[in-house]
């Protein structure tokens, strides 16, 4: 008997000091009112900005993540009940793509508050008309809204177009505006949240409010797109009126972060969500998949190659198959040197390595030279404008004196306009042109440069598309063997 009540005490010893602890950190707040809750190591990180942003420490605050990963739990569900526990005086809203939605995350956050377990964390925050609620009824409680039993603050829960009248919003926290692909891509629904933003929520925002926006971008003239060209993100000296923001791209792409220190390439969830999967998906539709799970939305409508590009795994044997390199060097000091080394069969140009770099030539004559031996290269063709011909001279010597005699390296000047070649070329582009299914990850730059270049309007740089274009100009796929016997010999 006395084991059973020692540990009887031990129990409640451990269950108050999570108690103590839930009170002031919303991931343990979460463990403990959702005992089923495993984190990730990514939730430690996203948990950690909810926390500070029901703290106070973050004015506004933007989260991108992929669906299914725990995003409204988080934001839209336990941080508002923790909130409201921190503050039982704090005005909360909950704003989602219709009221239904919006009414549904309205119940989930009353439930929690309704537990025995958040009583036990808070018990100084309760629901009018619950079953700790004052008996005179007096307290609003309804699908849409709920007060605070003997304080002033509240829980409202509107869609997109809803009312928020009456008072100011303390807190207001926007989840998923747009339903999906769809809606985020028509431009009156965009119109439609923005108008409403501008005349709704934020009419009844004061100069101490909190915004959290937590998206899955799908345009990136979203109402997050548009806050953020706007507003800019967050910088304490140059914009501290700016936004935080927070992007966990399934797949991650570039150096860690402070945010997400995972390696180039990792799965953000692979527990979850397997890096496997993740490929197969962004196989399936990469446009999608950019916007969806990468959070880089770009309007299909606007792409240069907005069809998406095809990818392989293994190169199938061809008699007539070459090894090249097409090779744009930069003009000027901003452009990007952009060499590819490719396959070439009779039916497809099959993309096997490349360098896309802004450093100098004292980087990238080597680094081009080692890129041509390692792929036994037979062919090479570099463009010969402003400076493309010293450029090939001291690639091809660097090829001889590191061994390589076996590839043949040509230059020629480039005097087309090259808008005009990008674009008539862009079906051939896409129609022939495989890449390695990592491509993304492998080449994240280019990458970008190709899958995010416009058809109209500024292009920062289209030294990518370019050579990409120059490759089905010089090749033979399809074509007769007279493009290129003039150049090889």
Avoid at 32 to 54: E, V
Avoid at 101 to 124: L, M, T, V
Avoid at 279 to 290: A, L, M, T, Y
Wanted: with cysteine; proline share 5%.
């Amino acid at each position: 008997m006395d084991k059973r009540k020692e540990k009887e005490r031990l129990l409640i010893a451990m269950k108050e000091q999570l108690n103590r602890k839930a009170r002031t950190d919303l991931l343990t707040f979460t463990i403990a009112t959702m005992p089923t809750f495993i984190p990730a190591d990514f939730h430690r990180r996203y948990y950690k900005a909810l926390d500070d942003f029901a703290k106070g420490k973050i004015k506004k605050l933007a989260v991108f993540m992929p669906p299914q990963h725990g995003k409204s739990e988080g934001s839209t569900r336990r941080l508002p009940a923790y909130a409201l526990g921190l503050d039982p005086n704090k005005k909360i809203a909950i704003v989602s793509y219709s009221d239904t939605k919006a009414k549904k995350f309205g119940r989930e956050c009353q439930r929690i508050i309704d537990s025995k377990e958040y009583n036990q964390i808070f018990p100084e925050t309760l629901l009018g008309l619950s079953h700790v609620a004052d008996v005179s009824g007096t307290w609003t409680r309804t699908a849409n809204e709920a007060e605070i039993v003997d304080h002033s603050g509240s829980l409202k829960a509107v869609g997109v177009g809803g009312p928020l009248t009456g008072e100011p919003v303390d807190m207001l926290i926007m989840d998923d505006l747009y339903k999906d692909a769809k809606s985020a891509w028509s431009s009156t629904i965009r119109e439609s949240v923005s108008d409403w933003y501008d005349t709704v929520a934020d009419t009844r925002l004061h100069n101490g409010s909190q915004q959290l926006i937590v998206f899955t971008r799908w345009h990136e003239n979203d109402l997050a797109g548009r806050l953020l060209k706007i507003q800019g993100e967050f910088d304490q000296d140059t914009n501290p009126d700016g936004w935080v923001v927070i992007k966990f791209p399934a797949i991650k792409i570039g150096a860690p972060s402070e945010w997400d220190p995972r390696e180039e390439g990792e799965a953000l969830w692979p527990e979850r969500h397997s890096l496997h999967d993740l490929q197969i998906k962004r196989k399936k539709n990469p446009h999608v998949f950019e916007s969806l799970y990468q959070q880089d939305p770009k309007p299909a409508e606007g792409l240069m190659y907005d069809s998406g590009f095809r990818t392989y795994d293994v190169i199938p044997y061809d008699r007539k198959m070459i090894r090249k390199n097409y090779t744009d060097t930069a003009d000027t000091g901003e452009d990007y040197l952009c060499s590819i080394n490719y396959v070439e069969t009779s039916m497809f140009y099959y993309v096997t390595d490349v360098l896309f770099t802004q450093k100098p030539m004292e980087y990238t004559e080597p680094m081009t030279a080692k890129m041509l031996s390692r792929g036994e290269t037979d062919q090479a063709l570099i463009e010969s404008n402003n400076g493309g011909r010293g450029f090939a001279r001291n690639v091809e010597k660097q090829c001889r004196i590191i061994g390589n005699r076996k590839t043949k390296i040509k230059w020629f000047h480039q005097k087309d306009n090259k808008e005009i070649r990008i674009f008539s070329h862009s079906a051939e582009v896409q129609n022939l042109i495989l890449f390695p299914t990592d491509w993304s990850t492998r080449w994240p730059e280019f990458y970008n440069a190709v899958t995010g270049y416009m058809k109209t309007g500024h292009n920062e740089h289209d030294d990518a598309p370019d050579a990409l274009t120059g490759i089905v100009e010089h090749g033979n796929t399809g074509k007769t063997k007279q493009n290129l016997n003039g150049l090889f010999g």
